[in-house]
């Protein structure tokens, strides 16, 4: 598949790179010729420099052979326009763009091929600010993933010293909750992934991912760790897009406070918010976070533009006393020096991102792709379609599915129920299978995919 990709920035460049490492056919435009020398010498991808929405650019960028345009410069004017010049001009067939702007998103019909021909949109800083508050209602979690319309969840935690189930082998987990069913996907453990047998201990600091039906997941949190106190006060440092959006989520739930640097700004949040305060001031100044009784603090979240303040502000936050750290972090280099010691969440609004295209980039029936510890791993689920007389896995138990390397079953969502992976569940047809992969090379991932494709050729 060739995929031109409008944007070389943070989304732009980690999505090169995830579908890079797959088989597909990776052009990049951008107007900033240093930024794609850095990516051509990392990635085996091509580069156009160029102004996106130009047809000329285009052109040379291969657009009339590319199967789907990615559209994620920073200009939502710019992804727009592109995607209609290489509809209207080049009769591009999918199309795909990043649009931040609510103003865009009033009206429903405004992205048809009536209108503006986009098929996909996205917007990063809604996506974010779900994931945060997955996480605020879920105290101890360090992610929260949601698929089959809500019904399953994948939930990572750490295990801490004195817990529940450290020492103790995996098996153990159903005897602690008879009544809920769960399985853990994956172990990560000093950075490795382990891929868990019964007989598997829990380690002091593994990272654990569990999958569950929604509504066992409290009961299954409580059987890995001591139940946490919910969260009741959160503090937001930075009033831009993502903090108002958050603030204005939660604030009927939580007591907020929202701290913003910009006067104007200050005020203009506080005109748009109903019960948030809004405080006017620097996120990094310790005499304003003692005024505010940041020891009292549940949950600081870090989510100004800035990956520098964000990460002094958590570290002065976490030492005065609060409870727990979520920090907004578009550098991965910054993630690995800062994760698991003082800050307890990193959010990677690229990687969020990349995620929801991954799903509709990837062949065959993959509903949901999520990356997991910050790329390492991924999460999927597919759909199984066809019949017992052209699918590899329809009739088959899962003990006996050839499934690549590095890949586990974690549930199966068919009709209304949540079947856990045991050895002797059958796939049926429409079946919702919800995978982990902790092998992400393109061999990998294409052998998942074709797993689950119905194919004409198979008897």
């Known amino acids: 598949m060739n995929i031109l990709i409008l944007g070389a920035g943070q989304v732009g460049g980690t999505l090169a790179e995830h579908l890079a490492s797959e088989a597909f056919d990776i052009t990049v435009v951008d107007i900033d010729g240093t930024r794609l020398e850095e990516l051509r010498r990392r990635l085996d991808i091509r580069t156009v420099q160029g102004h996106a929405a130009r047809p000329d650019v285009l052109r040379r960028a291969g657009i009339e052979d590319a199967d789907m345009l990615i559209a994620v410069t920073p200009y939502d004017e710019v992804n727009m326009v592109a995607c209609q010049v290489s509809y209207t001009m080049f009769q591009t067939e999918r199309k795909i763009a990043r649009i931040r702007e609510d103003a865009f998103h009033e009206r429903s019909s405004l992205f048809s091929s009536e209108h503006m021909p986009i098929d996909f949109v996205i917007n990063p800083e809604r996506v974010v600010t779900d994931q945060i508050k997955e996480l605020l209602q879920r105290p101890g979690a360090l992610q929260v993933l949601d698929f089959a319309s809500g019904r399953v969840k994948l939930v990572a935690m750490r295990a801490h010293e004195y817990g529940p189930l450290v020492g103790r082998q995996i098996r153990q987990l ?9 399985r853990v996907a994956a172990i990560f453990r000093r950075d490795r992934a382990i891929l868990p047998e ?262």
């Open 174 to 182: 159903r005897r602690r909750i008879p009544n809920s069913d769960t």
């Open 198 to 459: 019964g007989d598997t201990t829990i380690e002091v600091d593994d990272e654990v991912f569990f999958i569950a039906a929604t509504e066992h997941i409290t009961d299954v949190m409580a059987a890995l760790r001591q139940v946490e106190r919910p969260y009741r006060r959160v503090l937001i440092a930075g009033g831009g897009r993502i903090g108002e959006y958050l603030a204005g989520a939660i604030e009927s739930n939580f007591s907020v406070k929202v701290i913003e640097q910009d006067e104007s700004r200050a005020h203009e949040l506080a005109e748009r918010l109903e019960s948030a305060v809004v405080i006017l001031g620097d996120a990094t100044d310790r005499e304003l976070l003692l005024q505010e009784n940041i020891e009292r603090v549940d949950v600081f979240c870090a989510l100004t533009n800035d990956d520098e303040l964000n990460i002094m502000s958590s570290l002065l936050a976490k030492r005065l006393g609060v409870r727990q750290v979520m920090t907004l972090i578009g550098k991965p280099a910054y993630v690995d020096l800062v994760v698991g010691r003082d800050i307890d969440i990193a959010i990677s609004p690229q990687l969020a991102t990349t995620g929801m295209i991954l799903a509709h980039v990837r062949r065959g029936d993959v509903t949901q792709v999520h990356t997991l510890r910050r790329g390492a791993a991924e999460a999927m689920e597919a759909v199984v379609h066809g019949g017992a007389k052209n699918s590899r896995v329809i009739g088959k138990r899962l003990d006996g599915l050839p499934l690549p390397g590095g890949t586990t079953i974690g549930a199966i969502a068919r009709g209304d129920k949540v079947l856990i992976a045991h050895d002797d569940v059958v796939i049926e047809p429409e079946d919702h299978v919800i995978l982990f992969l902790t092998d992400r090379r393109k061999r990998r991932i294409a052998e998942v995919g074709r797993l689950f494709q119905a194919d004409p050729s198979f008897i």
